[in-house]
């Protein structure tokens, strides 16, 4: 172990990026007790269709997977995007060779003022790292609109119609994507996302996402 590691660990000691239990010397981030419980899609669970094209799931959105990713998202736990990441480039392994390059579904500059990190653009990085592509970020999200889980499916469209942009100077045109987001729910982010970059001439769209409901997307 290089001395800066054991430095950072002493100060910042490994915890499970599911339940949060301090991890003793094992590797991955996902205590023993989570990995034997990991809800593992099956089936068509693992592979959803909507209007954002095909999407790869990890995992059902449930138990200690979602308060995991809740840790990740809200509670300052950064670190449970590298213990994830194996899986997501696990689910994404099925589109290999149909794209280029990463890329994910953004925060807002305000929501990444206030938590410090984009959760998506952290597990993208660590899946491309895994899946040997370059992780680039693509899109923007102009402004914050009320948090998709307060609304119905239909409002959720119109919640994201015109939200996202191409960054500025990002290589869209005649390339070809895997989007990465977090949680699939009703698929209009992703789907709001998958079209900005279809918009903006990418050859084509590929999706993964860590986990969705059971029966959802
Ligand atoms: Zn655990």
Redesign the pocket.
Known sequence: MRALDWFLDLLFPPK?A????LLDGEEGG??G??RQQLPFTTGADSLRAGAFGQCAVAFRYEG?VKDGIHALKFGGRPAAARAFAPYLAAAAERFAGEFDAVTYVPVSRERLRQRGYDQSRLLAEAAAALLQAPAERTLEKLRDNPAQSTLSARERQVNVAGVYAPAPGAAIAGRRFLLIDDVLTTGSTLSACADTLRQAGAASVVCAALAAPRGGG
């Open positions: 499970c599911l339940c949060g239990r996902i205590c007790g989570c200690a």
